[in-house]
Every structure is written in C-alpha cells, then in structure tokens.
Nanobody
Framework: QGQLVESGGGLVQPGGSLRLSCAASGFSLESYTIGWFRQAPGKEREGIACIDGSDNSPYYADSLKGRFTLSKDNARNTVYLQMDSLEPEDTAVYYC????????????????????WGQGTQVTVSS
C-alpha cells in the first residue's frame, strides 16, 4: 500500500506565496506521474500541473503558467507546488495525485482512476 500526504496550506493575503508539499510513502515517485489538482466551492476539479517519473519538464495548465511552479525531490520522495502572486480565486482545497499514465493523460483522469489521491490541504487567499 501507499499514500500521499499534502501539507503547507493556510491563509495568505492576496499577492502572497505558499509552497505546498506532497510526501509519498509506500511507492517511489520515480515510477509515477504525479501532479496537483484543486477544487473550489461550487467549482469542478481543476488540473494544475504534473511531472512524470523520468523528470521531464513539468506540464502546466495554461491559466496557471507563470504563477505556479512544480518541482520534485526524488531523494525525499516528495513533490512541491510553489504558488506565487496568489489571488482570492486561488482559494481551494489542493490535492496531490499519482498514477502510472503519461503526463499527457494524467490531468484527464477521473479521481477514481488514480492509483493514489491525497486528502488535500486548504489554501485560503483573503485580506
């Protein structure tokens, strides 16, 4: 068995930054595509970014390019999401997920299709 545990969320003012962490246990991220999603109240789940096990360049959703940066530390079996210039519209629960599919298909999967899906961490952007 394996699991993903997100951390780093919290309350931040508009224009601020947060760095989320997703720690994997029970499996190696070197063999999985891993990425981030978010879901705001009343909104559908939205894909943010992902990176494959071969550490090719991360893929970002077009609307978030330039503000969010995904990175991975294989030694720590952990991925990170650096979020800058945060806006109130970024308020959501942020989830980490992992699967063996390629990065191209990753953000198209339904929640139940992922091998691993974390419990989420709340990010609130408000003054």
């Amino acid at each position: 068995q394996g699991q993903l545990v997100e951390s780093g969320g919290g309350l931040v003012q508009p224009g601020g930054s947060l760095r989320l962490s997703c720690a994997a246990s029970g499996f190696s991220l070197e063999s999985y595509t891993i990425g981030w999603f978010r879901q705001a109240p009343g909104k559908e789940r939205e894909g943010i970014a992902c990176i494959d096990g071969s550490d090719n360049s991360p893929y970002y959703a077009d609307s978030l390019k330039g503000r969010f940066t995904l990175s991975k530390d294989n030694a720590r079996n952990t991925v990170y999401l650096q979020m800058d210039s945060l806006e109130p519209e970024d308020t959501a629960v942020y989830y980490c997920a992992a699967d063996t599919v390629s990065w191209y298909h990753f953000l198209l999967l339904d929640k139940g299709e992922f091998d691993y899906w974390g419990q989420g961490t709340q990010v609130t952007v408000s003054s």
